[in-house]
């Protein structure tokens, strides 16, 4: 057992260093230096992704957070309307399926039961096709689909997901441009966007770099009870991830909320007690989030910023910034979820729990 951590202390910390190659691994035979090969997602993927007028996209716990950031891509990259519901509300509501929906679950182990249920409920109310981004090969989701993406993250043990977030969401970024090239995307904005993509192993790297500075943020969260995260735009569902994390594995209540709605709510619970973290990629959203970032300093709330190196956000009494170096604003949040895996883990690691198996959680839910 241990010997397969390698040199780890845990499966969670190997599994979040095992992402450069990971990631590298999932973009394999699917990218060239400038542009997506959509025969890699099947050979009849090019009609159908003609055809593709809407995606409805179906997952559960962080693989749902995944599809959050996909939509924000898939509107934003495609101009194709898509929907993100987590399993268990919509296989048991009334749903509307559109014509010619592409109906994507995305899925680790590919045997999540409300992943699957969902799946069978939708091929009865009629859709285009199925496509699963899945991690485990032969899996029930990957034999019920019509086309399927793996994930190359090879097997996961930590029960709190890592490596098969940032690989679902290098294989989601690849679909969505293989879908937008059919949505009027210039080849120049795609060549763009995967010399982008082919950089992110490297960026991972260096935020890995940043693990020891990341282990001496996190002792100000132990004794912590609430924590808020933050984010804007397609770093919004990364902020959900950060929060996910750190409730699954340090037991400690976090809540995630668009910054811009911090004003509607969340505002009211901030102190010095509740530490505010957040995520703040050079965007078009990076003045916007700063002023919120005032908000919650004009309220004796502890901030705790990842931030672009030229984002222009310095560091002073109750704002803690770490540098994070620039990347595309497409892929920002493939990038900006690792800062969040570390500190999650060290906290937990300070705190003493299981990291690799906490309280009450499975790996993967196959009963209801
Ligand atoms: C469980 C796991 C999570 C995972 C979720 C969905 O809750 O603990 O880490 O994100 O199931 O699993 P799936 O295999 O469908 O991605």
């Known amino acids: 057992d241990s010997a397969d951590k390698g040199e780890y202390r845990h499966f969670m910390l190997k599994e979040i260093f095992?992402?450069?190659r990971v990631i590298k691994a999932t973009m394999?035979?699917?990218?060239?230096?400038?542009?997506?090969?959509?025969?890699?997602?099947?050979?009849?993927?090019?009609d159908l992704l003609k055809s593709v007028r809407h995606v409805q996209i179906i997952a559960c716990g962080t693989s749902y957070h995944a599809g959050m950031v996909a939509r924000y891509w898939i509107e934003d990259l495609a101009g194709v309307p898509c929907s993100v519901e987590v399993a268990s509300e919509f296989r048991y509501r009334k749903h509307v399926i559109q014509p010619d929906t592409l109906f994507l679950c995305i899925s680790q182990s590919g045997e999540t039961a409300d992943t699957l249920a969902a799946l069978r409920q939708a091929k009865k109310a009629g859709f285009r096709a199925a496509l699963a981004i899945c991690n485990v090969p032969g899996s029930s989701l990957v034999?019920?689909?019509?086309?399927?993406m793996m994930t190359q993250a090879g097997p996961e043990i930590g029960v709190a997901s890592t490596k098969a977030f940032t690989t679902q969401l290098t294989a989601l970024l690849i679909f969505t441009l293989a879908l937008a090239r059919h949505n009027g995307l210039s080849e120049e904005r795609e060549a763009e966007i995967v010399e982008a993509l082919h950089r992110v192993p490297g960026q991972v790297e260096q935020v890995l770099a940043l693990d020891s500075a990341i282990a001496e943020m996190s002792g100000a969260f132990m004794d912590k009870v609430h924590t808020l995260f933050l984010g804007r735009g397609s770093l919004f569902p990364v902020a959900l991830e950060g929060a996910l994390k750190l409730k699954e594995i340090s037991y400690i209540h976090a809540e995630a909320y668009p910054a811009g709605e911090l004003k509607h709510g969340p505002l009211a619970l901030v102190d010095s007690d509740m530490p505010v973290v957040t995520v703040a990629p050079n965007n078009a959203m990076l003045e916007k989030l700063k002023s919120n970032l005032e908000e919650v300093r004009a309220r004796g709330g502890e901030l705790f910023v990842f931030a672009d190196s030229q984002a222009n956000v310095q560091a002073e009494e109750g704002l803690h910034v770490l540098s994070l170096p620039s990347v595309h604003e497409v892929t920002a949040p493939?990038?900006?979820?690792?800062?969040?895996?570390?500190?999650s883990y060290h906290v937990a690691v300070l705190k003493g729990t299981d990291v690799d198996q906490p309280r009450n959680l499975a790996k993967s839910v196959t009963v209801e």
């Not at 493939?334 to 500190?343: A, E, F, G, H, N």
């Open 18 to 20: 095992e992402q450069p």
């Open 334 to 343: 493939i990038v900006y979820t690792v800062p969040l895996q570390l500190l």
């Open 143 to 148: 034999r019920e689909s019509d086309l399927v």
């Open 28 to 46: 394999e035979g699917r990218v060239t230096a400038k542009k997506v090969l959509e025969q890699a997602l099947g050979t009849s993927a090019g």
